[in-house]
């Protein structure tokens, strides 16, 4: 397993302004993915971070609003940018351990945004 | 869109085997099937993924029906911590989990 970890573990913004989300992780991992998670709702995939390239965001998410770096194999950020009162969600990170048959995705706690 | 269908909800009794189950009848033959589950204001757990071959670990045991289109969690002793929403994922060779909805679990005592 993996221990992750991520600051802040929850904010008040105002909109207009941009929050920055740390995931650390205890080992060294290539692949880290972001997820948002909405009030009631389930988790959606924003986007993969690979150590070392872009990320690959998914349908409906771009990097001008939510910038991630991937500066080395345990850590990542994610940025909200330019916030507005929609993008009050939890934001999780997770890491992926293992492949094949023996993957799994680890995620950490999660950091609950409020914007007002 | 998620690939995997589950009912919304449902209720156990505290100590008591409970029997998750997850339709995925457009499955792909290397998609996994994968179990998460959430427990309320925390990050998604993982519990157990398997292919084809049935599937028991300290958590849970996974059946997978022989023509992989559906399978069934089986907690075998719910507890009240167990209560949490289940979510049955379909993994491929891109590494993407898609969660759908899940199935809001309830253990009572």
């Known amino acids: 397993s993996a221990v992750i970890s991520q600051k802040p573990s929850r904010d008040i913004c105002q909109r207009g302004t941009s929050l920055t989300i740390q995931c650390q992780v205890d080992s060294q991992v290539t692949m880290m993915f972001w997820y948002r998670q909405q009030p009631g709702q389930s988790l959606t995939l924003i986007a993969t971070a690979n150590q070392g390239s872009e990320a690959t965001y998914e349908s409906g998410f771009v990097i001008d609003k939510f910038p991630i770096s991937r500066p080395n194999l345990t850590f990542s950020t994610l940025t909200v940018s330019n916030m507005s009162p929609e993008d009050s969600s939890i934001y999780l990170c997770s890491v992926e351990l293992g492949a094949g048959s023996a993957y799994e995705q680890y995620f950490g706690p999660g950091t609950r945004l409020t914007v007002t | 869109d998620a690939k995997t269908t589950q009912p919304p909800s449902m209720d156990c009794a505290e100590g008591r085997a409970a029997n998750l189950p997850c339709n995925h009848s457009?499955?792909?033959?290397?998609?996994?099937v994968y179990w998460y589950r959430q427990i309320h204001s925390q990050g998604p757990q993982y519990i157990i993924h398997?292919?084809?071959n049935n599937e028991t670990n300290e958590m849970a045991s996974l059946i997978i029906t022989e023509d992989r289109k559906s399978s069934t969690l089986i907690l075998p002793h719910a507890t009240l911590r167990d209560t949490a929403v289940y979510y049955c994922?379909?993994?491929?060779?891109?590494?993407?989990?898609?969660f759908g909805a899940g199935t809001t679990v309830t253990v009572r005592a």
């Open positions: 994922i379909l993994m491929g060779d891109d590494y993407k989990l898609s």
């Open positions: 457009t499955i792909s033959g290397n998609e996994y």
């Open positions: 398997g292919l084809k």
